[in-house]
């Protein structure tokens, strides 16, 4: 029988990460397990628990029930993923759907439940104990069967179930193990066991055990025992000793010391870890949960490993010339060499302040009292050059010169024993060697927020300077290949030739803070605020072309809180490679290496899902919501429950019909559930979709959807919309209507107008004018006879009256005239009589007539008149044309005029124009045909001549003969 086990406080290869009580945690768990949906449900004394990763939820029954404990004594996960709850009395419950509700009474067991275990034919297995004794409770197809002592249960106490994974069913009582093999209608005893209280366990290769006080015992296969250390089982927990087989191990739960982990092969210690746990299990991405009084711990796998460094760590990693040499590290408590995995002193100091190599293997060790060198293999005494003051960063460079920066600015070099001012050169914050200068050596000095510096044979050049200084204050300069790393508060910079190329914080947040950069064979490894980044070499190199594209990366030790350091204010080089490629930092939880061998890569994409949609106070589950019509504010929560790394989980969503493109929000430190909010959405049917990755960046592509309808107010309706546009297009036409009706009795009015002016000038001429003058005649006509024969005047009297009487002839027909010309005209006969006046008898010309024609008004008609023999003017002045043709088309409103030829054609200046320099015709047909209220169009027509276009509108011109 093994000794006691040692205590430690981890798990090899993983992480321990704790909830207790003033975390929101729920205290004295009794059983753990996982659904389908990536939830993990705890069993505690004070009722049901989900937790997805970062906070948890008690969980309330639909229905109170007074006679039923709130202590959950088991808990197991059904084929169809339902989650069966065992109490400690009041019988079962179950969750499914959203809904915590009790068995049916029908069904209902009796008693506390001791232990539930799931078939994958989708059977529950139910050990309970009540005023009927023991009893087995199998569920099957909405039926149940009942076993006890009066079938085949032996009449002892059930410890524990356990149905493996061939379906087969493993029943653990007080002294006998029975087995109930797939199909079989009754067990066979398998064992007899030696202790009480033992719990079932199967291995990775299916093998059954169980466990008891005295170890592991093999039921199936080769007959095997484990043994584990003799410790007390902690009273009060009802599955003893559960055990569970992970990394080679076997963890045991329920003893008094925490829990206890036994090598399989019995090699390697018995550890025993400070955790009181009352039941241990797996998830689905490979974490151990424990859980027991003192809350809930999770064991994530991890590649960090932390050697026992005595002390804190003071400075960064100190590393000469020679890739064999082992990194140097000072702590409060003296140096130490890291090489090969394992931690050895090399110097036992306090007060160290500073530390550097040297590319022979030399070590300056710096402290408060005074200096060492290591040369060789011995050390020597350096006294400080002020008693009080100390050094605060050290070079040594490639010639071997050690250099000092004392009181925070002063430059000093080491000559022989004594160390020297160097007062030519500048003061600096802290210096480094550049590793590659000549015979006189060389190191780079940073003057905060000012410059950084290469000195060498006293020869100071600055290589980058005040405002162009990217990152931030400067904490880092190291030369790795040919490069100059600069590292700062907020970022990473490299020399390039000439050139400085700064990667920024700014646009890559997980650079803040860098204290350290280092190169392995494959990798390049840096420590910042974020944590431990590791970034592909060939990556690396493209981010330093590509500064501000995305670099792939991949973040350590985040979830264990492993951070750069925040108090460096000198020189850090926080990361480095050890011989063996190994990467080593020193961080704010001390030193921790990676070990490249273990994979903690999570392959498993996490379960996506959305927790329930907010509108208008109500919260919908499922996959389809309809909201009420006004609704404008609608909120999705989203989850990916992935439980090894839940903060750094990342999401991608869009609202199909709103989002053009996915929305990432990005890591914001509560990766577990994620808030979408959408407002001023119109009536309609959406789709929401969110896919999610693990911390390792695995994704979910399929992810989860919701549809959502939104309903209409009637005034949202297309119908609405319909009646709304018929309505406005009515209101239109109807404006129009109106529009052209004021138009055209404006139009109408203005000829009516001009109409009644010449009525009236020949009302004048005919009342007054004429009628005077002829009265005049009359006088002179009685003069004239009063008049004797002979009289020398008669003559030309009767030549004067005979004169008047041609002048009231005159005014008679420019009366009748203007009478005539206020009444409807006919266009056709008007065009008739102009059109061979101006063409004469060479031209040809024929007229036609489309429809039936209408009177128009007088001036209508002479308007239209003067713009036809405007065209008629201009075909025979310029046109050379053989023929004309007039084309008076009634069928149309507006009325059209057509005039076109066949000669020559407008040039396309003119056409272009609309006139010729020097010649207003064209432009005064326009005017005209404007002042009617329509248009004037003119032409070319093919193969050739032009065509001159009048329409004017039908209700303007026209007057119907009882206008009259």
């Given at each position: 029988m093994p000794g006691r086990a040692e205590i430690t406080p981890e798990l090899p290869g993983r992480e321990a990460h704790h909830w207790r009580a003033d975390t929101g945690a729920s205290t004295d768990i009794r059983a753990i397990a996982q659904t389908p949906d990536g939830y993990l449900w705890l069993g505690t004394a004070s009722g049901l628990y989900r937790f997805d990763g970062i906070s948890f939820e008690h969980i309330v029954p639909s229905t109170y029930n007074r006679r039923q404990s709130s202590l959950i004594t088991a808990l197991a996960v059904a084929a169809d993923g339902a989650l069966w709850v065992g109490h400690d009395f009041g019988g079962l419950s179950v969750w499914r759907n959203g809904r915590l509700t009790d068995l049916p009474p029908e069904i209902q067991s009796k008693g506390a439940v001791m232990a539930i275990a799931t078939a994958p034919n989708g059977d529950v297995w139910v050990a309970c104990l009540g005023s009927m004794g023991q009893q087995l409770r199998q569920y099957s197809r909405g039926q149940v069967h009942v076993h006890d002592t009066n079938?085949?249960?032996?009449?002892?106490?059930?410890?524990?179930?356990?149905?493996?994974?061939?379906?087969?069913?493993?029943?653990?009582?007080?002294?006998?193990?029975?087995?109930?093999?797939?199909?079989?209608?009754?067990?066979?005893?398998?064992?007899?066991?030696?202790?009480?209280?033992?719990?079932?366990?199967?291995?990775?290769?299916?093998?059954?055990?169980?466990?008891?006080?005295?170890?592991?015992?093999?039921?199936?296969?080769?007959?095997?025992?484990?043994?584990?250390?003799?410790?007390?089982?902690?009273?009060?927990?009802?599955?003893?000793?559960?055990?569970?087989?992970?990394?080679?191990?076997?963890?045991?739960?329920?003893?008094?010391?925490?829990?206890?982990?036994?090598?399989?092969?019995?090699?390697?210690?018995?550890?025993?870890?400070?955790?009181?746990?009352?039941?241990?299990?797996?998830?689905?991405?490979?974490?151990?949960?424990?859980?027991?009084?003192?809350?809930?711990?999770?064991?994530?796998?991890?590649?960090?490993?932390?050697?026992?460094?005595?002390?804190?760590?003071?400075?960064?990693?100190?590393?000469?010339?020679?890739?064999?040499?082992?990194?140097?590290?000072?702590?409060?408590?003296?140096?130490?060499?890291?090489?090969?995995?394992?931690?050895?002193?090399?110097?036992?100091?306090?007060?160290?302040?500073?530390?550097?190599?040297?590319?022979?293997?030399?070590?300056?060790?710096?402290?408060?009292?005074?200096?060492?060198?290591?040369?060789?293999?011995?050390?020597?005494?350096?006294?400080?050059?002020?008693?009080?003051?100390?050094?605060?960063?050290?070079?040594?460079?490639?010639?071997?010169?050690?250099?000092?920066?004392?009181?925070?600015?002063?430059?000093?070099?080491?000559?022989?024993?004594?160390?020297?001012?160097?007062?030519?050169?500048?003061?600096?914050?802290?210096?480094?060697?550049?590793?590659?200068?000549?015979?006189?050596?060389?190191?780079?000095?940073?003057?905060?927020?000012?410059?950084?510096?290469?000195?060498?044979?006293?020869?100071?050049?600055?290589?980058?300077?005040?405002?162009?200084?990217?990152?931030?204050?400067?904490?880092?300069?190291?030369?790795?290949?040919?490069?100059?790393?600069?590292?700062?508060?907020?970022?990473?910079?490299?020399?390039?030739?000439?050139?400085?190329?700064?990667?920024?914080?700014?646009?890559?947040?997980?650079?803040?803070?860098?204290?350290?950069?280092?190169?392995?064979?494959?990798?390049?490894?840096?420590?910042?605020?974020?944590?431990?980044?590791?970034?592909?070499?060939?990556?690396?190199?493209?981010?330093?072309?590509?500064?501000?594209?995305?670099?792939p990366h991949r973040l350590l030790g985040a979830a264990q809180n492993v951070h750069a350091r925040s108090s460096v204010y000198w020189?850090?080089?926080?990361?480095?490679?050890?011989?063996?490629?190994?990467?080593?930092?020193?961080?704010?939880?001390?030193?921790?290496?990676?070990?490249?061998?273990?994979?903690?890569?999570?392959?498993?994409?996490?379960?996506?899902?959305?927790?329930?949609?907010?509108?208008?106070?109500?919260?919908?589950?499922?996959?389809?919501?309809?909201?009420?019509?006004?609704?404008?504010?609608?909120?999705?929560?989203?989850?990916?429950?992935?439980?090894?790394?839940?903060?750094?989980?990342?999401?991608?969503?869009?609202?199909?019909?709103?989002?053009?493109?996915?929305?990432?929000?990005?890591?914001?430190?509560?990766?577990?559930?994620?808030?979408?909010?959408?407002?001023?959405?119109?009536?309609?049917?959406?789709?929401?979709?969110?896919?999610?990755?693990?911390?390792?960046g695995v994704w979910n592509q399929t992810g989860a959807t919701m549809a959502v309808t939104i309903a209409a107010y009637y005034w949202q309706t297309w119908w609405f919309a319909g009646v709304l546009a018929i309505a406005a297009s009515g209101a239109l036409v109807a404006v129009f209507n109106w529009r052209a009706r004021v138009t055209s009795a404006a139009l109408r009015q203005r000829l009516a107008d001009r109409m009644a002016v010449r009525e009236h000038i020949a009302r004048e001429l005919h009342d007054t004018l004429l009628q005077g003058f002829y009265g005049l005649t009359l006088r002179f006509q009685s003069i004239k006879e009063r008049l004797p024969q002979g009289h020398s005047t008669i003559a030309d009297m009767e030549k004067a009256l005979d004169r008047a009487d041609d002048v009231l002839l005159e005014g008679r027909e420019r009366v009748r005239m203007l009478r005539q010309e206020s009444g409807p005209l006919d266009l056709v006969a008007h065009v008739s009589d102009l059109t061979p006046v101006i063409l004469g008898d060479d031209l040809p010309w024929t007229l036609t007539v489309k429809g039936v024609p209408a009177p128009l008004w007088a001036e209508a008609a002479h308007e239209i008149g003067r713009i036809v023999r405007e065209a008629l003017c201009n075909i025979v002045r310029h046109a050379r044309a053989g023929h004309v043709g007039i084309t008076i088309d009634f069928t149309r409103d507006p009325i059209q005029i057509d005039i076109a030829d066949d000669g020559t054609g407008l040039p396309d200046p003119v056409r272009r124009s609309g006139s010729a320099e020097g010649h207003y015709g064209l432009i005064g047909m326009r005017e005209r045909a404007k002042g009617l209220g329509g248009s004037l169009e003119i032409s070319n027509v093919a193969p050739h001549g032009t065509r001159v276009r009048l329409s004017v509108p039908r209700q303007i011109v026209h007057r119907a003969l009882d206008d009259g």
């Open positions: 079938d085949w249960l032996k009449p002892e106490s059930i410890d524990h179930l356990l149905v493996a994974h061939d379906g087969s069913l493993w029943i653990s009582q007080a002294v006998s193990v029975l087995h109930v093999p797939n199909g079989a209608a009754r067990p066979e005893v398998v064992a007899t066991k030696p202790v009480f209280t033992s719990s079932l366990v199967e291995d990775d290769h299916g093998q059954v055990w169980f466990a008891g006080r005295d170890g592991l015992h093999s039921l199936t296969g080769r007959p095997a025992r484990i043994p584990i250390p003799d410790t007390p089982l902690r009273p009060g927990v009802f599955q003893h000793g559960q055990a569970l087989f992970s990394d080679g191990r076997v963890l045991f739960a329920g003893y008094r010391d925490g829990l206890m982990a036994v090598p399989v092969q019995r090699a390697g210690p018995v550890m025993h870890i400070p955790e009181r746990a009352a039941t241990v299990m797996r998830d689905r991405e490979g974490t151990i949960w424990t859980g027991g009084p003192d809350g809930l711990t999770r064991f994530g796998r991890t590649v960090l490993v932390r050697p026992a460094l005595p002390g804190t760590p003071i400075t960064g990693f100190a590393l000469g010339g020679n890739p064999t040499m082992p990194l140097a590290v000072a702590t409060d408590s003296g140096v130490f060499a890291i090489g090969k995995g394992e931690v050895r002193p090399i110097l036992t100091v306090p007060g160290i302040t500073a530390l550097c190599a040297g590319q022979s293997g030399e070590v300056l060790v710096e402290t408060e009292k005074g200096d060492r060198l290591l040369r060789g293999a011995n050390w020597q005494s350096i006294a400080k050059p002020f008693p009080l003051i100390s050094a605060n960063a050290c070079a040594i460079g490639r010639d071997g010169r050690a250099w000092s920066v004392i009181g925070n600015a002063a430059l000093y070099q080491l000559n022989g024993s004594r160390w020297q001012a160097q007062a030519d050169l500048p003061p600096s914050q802290f210096i480094v060697s550049d590793q590659v200068s000549g015979a006189q050596g060389g190191i780079y000095a940073n003057e905060p927020l000012h410059a950084v510096l290469h000195i060498a044979d006293h020869k100071v050049v600055p290589i980058w300077q005040g405002d162009d200084i990217a990152v931030g204050f400067v904490r880092l300069i190291k030369v790795i290949g040919g490069h100059t790393y600069i590292g700062g508060q907020m970022g990473l910079a490299r020399t390039e030739g000439n050139r400085i190329i700064a990667i920024e914080a700014r646009n890559h947040p997980w650079l803040t803070g860098l204290t350290g950069v280092t190169l392995g064979p494959s990798d390049a490894w840096l420590i910042t605020s974020a944590g431990i980044v590791r970034i592909s070499r060939p990556d690396f190199e493209a981010a330093f072309r590509h500064p501000h594209q995305p670099i020189s850090a080089n926080d990361a480095e490679v050890d011989a063996a490629g190994q990467p080593w930092f020193v961080t704010d939880q001390g030193l921790v290496g990676v070990d490249l061998a273990a994979n903690a890569v999570n392959p498993m994409p996490p379960p996506v899902l959305i927790r329930g949609l907010q509108a208008g106070g109500v919260t919908y589950i499922g996959s389809r919501a309809e909201l009420p019509a006004g609704t404008n504010r609608i909120a999705f929560e989203f989850a990916a429950l992935s439980l090894t790394d839940p903060l750094h989980n990342r999401y991608r969503y869009r609202l199909e019909g709103v989002d053009g493109d996915w929305v990432e929000p990005g890591i914001t430190g509560d990766g577990a559930r994620q808030e979408a909010t959408y407002t001023q959405l119109r009536p309609g049917t959406y789709r929401f979709h969110v896919i999610a990755a693990n911390g390792d």
